[in-house]
């Protein structure tokens, strides 16, 4: 049974930083690609970031990009989402999907997807 699970979501304060984590579990990791996306109360699920299977191309939507940091580490079975310099633009509930193809996953139709973080950034 193929299982995502986020971790590492919270309160904090604006321009502080979170890490989240994705764990899976029932899949060759290495052969997947991983995406975060988020979606606020009242609006639809948007990108975040991708990375690919072996981690060597990432992508960020734009209100990522200098804020936001993917990575994964596969000998752990694990992807990462570091935020900085937090915005309460930014409080959302966060989820990680995976799928064998990067190009899938960042178009949102990963195979599989995890239940969700809250990430919650006060002013």
């Known amino acids: 049974q193929v299982q995502l699970v986020e971790s590492g979501g919270g309160l904090v304060q604006a321009g502080g930083s979170v890490r989240l984590s994705c764990g899976a579990s029932?899949?060759?990791?290495?052969?997947?690609?991983i995406a975060w996306f988020r979606q606020a109360p009242g609006k639809e699920r948007e990108f975040v970031a991708a990375?690919?299977?072996?981690?060597?191309?990432?992508y960020y939507a734009d209100c990522a990009k200098g804020r936001f940091t993917i990575s994964r580490d596969n000998a752990k079975n694990t992807a990462y989402l570091q935020m900085n310099s937090l915005k309460p633009e930014d409080t959302a509930v966060y989820y990680c999907a995976g799928d064998l193809s990067t190009d899938r996953v960042k178009a949102a139709r990963g195979a599989y997807w995890g239940q969700g973080t809250q990430v919650t950034v006060s002013s």
């Open positions: 029932g899949l060759t990791f290495r052969s997947y690609g």
């Open positions: 990375i690919s299977e072996l981690g060597r191309k990432t």
